[in-house]
């Protein structure tokens, strides 16, 4: 079964909006793992305007399930890493000022510079992953580099979902089935929702892990956060 990873970014997005510690991230991630969720991912990014790098520390102290660390691998990011040393951390190449991400690497560009990274977290213990696209010649770069597993960027699915939910996934199957066969783990994420992630999980039977954090956190708001994360698991159950 795929595993649910719940991004508590948009948590930490409303605590700051007024300061203090309501809501109490922590207890959040507490609750998202006594609900079901079996992680808890955070992006932490340079200006803290959601998770800071303190969250990150105090999170690793409490996460009992698995803890996925995204972000640009700039060099305060590597360090907390290191210190922290999540489960997982998925390498996302979004500048600084970016308001969500919006693309996955282009790897063959980026060969040098990911492969000293990739070489890092695999000393430290640490499971990598890299954010692509469905391009299956970027896929083997990714599989050069040593990657142990690559997260499709899903915003395309999401979006084309509506208009026809058969050419939307296409490209996802297809590159779940070249990445699979490169000996790569399939994570997905971004914008996957209730109304699109069944459809997907059947579509990716190799998908390992979905990281969903905008469209889970706001559908919370009216559901409540434990029928949420039952609704969403209910979604990769094949």
């Known amino acids: 079964m795929t595993q649910l990873s719940v991004n508590i970014n948009k948590v930490a997005t409303l605590r700051n909006a007024r300061g203090g510690n309501v809501p109490d991230l922590l207890q959040v991630a507490r609750d998202c793992e006594r609900f079901g969720a079996q992680g808890i991912t955070v992006h932490p990014r340079p200006d803290e305007r959601h998770i800071r790098y303190r969250d990150v520390y105090e999170l690793r102290e409490i996460v009992t399930t698995e ?3 995204e972000g640009n691998p700039s060099p305060e990011f590597m360090r907390l890493v290191e210190q922290v040393r999540p489960h997982q951390v998925t390498l996302v190449p979004d500048a600084p000022d970016a308001l969500t991400s919006d693309a996955g690497w282009d790897v063959a560009a980026h060969r040098d510079f990911l492969s000293d990274i990739l070489a890092a977290l695999h000393e430290w213990g640490i499971r990598s992953s890299i954010f692509v696209g469905t391009d299956l010649e970027n896929l083997d770069e990714a599989a ?3 990657t142990q597993r690559v997260e499709l960027y899903t915003e395309p699915y999401a979006r084309l979902y509506p208009e026809g939910p058969e050419a939307a996934v296409a490209p996802f199957a297809r590159a779940a089935v070249h990445a699979t066969s490169l000996g790569l783990g399939l994570n997905a994420g971004h914008d996957l929702s209730l109304e699109n992630l069944r459809y997907f999980s059947e ?3 190799q998908l390992a892990e979905v990281s969903i954090g905008h469209a889970l956190i ?4 009216y559901l409540g956060l434990e029928e949420t994360i039952r609704r969403y698991r ?3 159950v094949r």
Do not use: E, T
């Open 67 to 69: 803890f996925n660390i």
């Open 144 to 146: 050069r580099l040593g």
């Open 203 to 205: 579509q990716l039977p």
């Open 218 to 221: 706001s559908d919370a708001l």
């Open 234 to 236: 209910a979604c990769l």
